[in-house]
């Protein structure tokens, strides 16, 4: 692979760059805030930031699953469960356990053998990006013709959890309080 440098960056890798610290940022302050609608909203920037990186990758179809699913549905998802369980919504000094040096040595420690791993194991590696490597065509005709069973598996099992919450959600079935 001659020819190929990682210096100097691209525009695209300074953008992926950029929007990494992004997700890292704000992935730091969704777990340092002390306001619970605040860490919601630090995480719809987070997964911004990430569907971001997924347009750089080109992967659209991703960048739009992500947008869709996880800031659309997952953060409203978790604003309504903080709004209809009457949680706090202000600053909350009882969510501090008070370990926060054991967390922060643990948080710094893991984060130092992931990216040790990662660095050592695709220390060589460059992908040509390719546009429309991550289009909609393309990824269905993976996930049908490759991984069509654990696709499936997977859909059951999510029907399965479905029935279940509907299940231990129901308060007119005999014998239970």
């Known amino acids: 692979m001659s020819g190929v ?5 691209s525009v695209l890798e300074v953008v992926f760059l950029l929007l990494g ?6 992935a730091l302050l ?15 920037v987070c997964f911004g930031a990430l569907a971001g990186c997924y347009l ?4 659209e ?3 739009w699953v992500q947008v869709l699913i996880y800031v659309g549905a997952v953060v409203v998802l978790l604003l309504f469960g903080i709004m209809l369980t009457r949680a706090p919504i202000g600053r909350s000094d009882d969510l501090d356990s008070g370990n926060r040096v054991v967390a ?8 130092g ?3 040790s791993v990662v ?16 289009s909609a065509e393309e990824l269905g005709a993976s996930i049908f013709r490759n991984w069509v069973l654990p696709f499936e598996a997977l859909s059951v099992l999510l029907l399965a959890a479905l029935i279940g919450a509907i299940v231990l959600s129901r308060t007119d079935i005999k014998g239970r309080r």
Do not use: E, N
């Open 5 to 9: 440098g990682f210096w100097p960056p």
């Open 113 to 115: 053998v992931l990216v």
């Open 61 to 63: 179809f991703v960048a």
């Open 104 to 111: 922060a040595v643990v948080a710094v420690a893991t984060a």
């Open 30 to 44: 969704v777990v340092t805030t002390r306001q619970l609608v605040h860490a919601a909203l630090w995480l719809v």
């Open 21 to 26: 610290l992004v997700a890292v940022g704000s």
């Open 56 to 59: 750089v990758l080109t992967a």
């Open 119 to 134: 660095v050592g194991g695709f220390q060589h590696a460059y992908a040509d990006l390719r546009p429309g490597a991550g």
